[in-house]
């Protein structure tokens, strides 16, 4: 059975400003998500599942549908506020869903294979794909699942700090906890360091951090499900608080449900957070065309 490829796209894009989802980053208007499906199809994935608001369907279906249409199959998953499918029956007002574990469980009655999740505005490289198409026909169990790790030094930006989830991992390569470093920046020498309320620290250059690509298999519904009631419940009064895949993973981790294996990769993750973003992403996919990673019209 070929594993399934689910692309997180339910986001707001408040800091981008426009729906950055569907924003055209390639020489011919390509966005983010087609280069990933492009290397999702190479690698052996038999389905692409966009989890989306119910109302950002037909503008998906009109840009995807024509491109994919013989390709790969793709489906809609649906995140929406409706609480009472988990058996909560509250009704409670936010501004957005409650984040990317609850998108994960929006696909529970459509995914019934091994797969995984990425983030729609980010670029992950084939290799990433290859070897996560790999483990989960191979080796994914309903306890061993697996995230992408990256080397911290080909995430990081030249203009200024960022967020990272930096990856313990022992001796047989599995994930112990992440910790999210929230000021992660190059020094003048190259090397890598984070600020915390206690000053500077380095870290090791190719230390390994998660960017939220993550292989399961279907049992990781059932297993996370009142791990989500239960954070509503804590969280009903804070408009805010979002069920994140790490919090999960944690808890899977912690609880000795499952064992998370760290997937070494070397490529380069580009992603894009702001409208500022936009212009060193186009110069990243234009040297990814011209050394001939993909060709000019990515679906031609």
Known sequence: MKPTLLILAAGMASRYGSMKQIDGFGPNGETIIDYSIHDAIKAGFGKIGFIIREEFAENFKSIFEPKLKGKVETDYIFQSFDLKPFGIDKTIERAKPWGTAHAVLAARNQVHEPFCVINADDYYGYDAFE??????????????????GYQIDKTLSDYGSVSRGVCEVDADGNMTEVNERTEVYFKEDDSVAYKDATGEHPLPNDKRVSMNF??????VFKQSEQ????FVEANENNPKAEFFIPLVADNLIKSGIANFKVI?????WFGVTYKEDKPIVQKSISELVANGTYPENLWG
């Open 264 to 268: 070494p990769t070397p490529s380069k």
């Open 214 to 219: 993550w292989g399961f298999t279907p049992a």
């Open 131 to 148: 070897k996560m198409a790999k483990f989960l026909t191979t080796e994914a169990t309903d306890s061993q699942y697996a995230l992408v």
């Open 227 to 230: 791990m989500f009631r239960d």
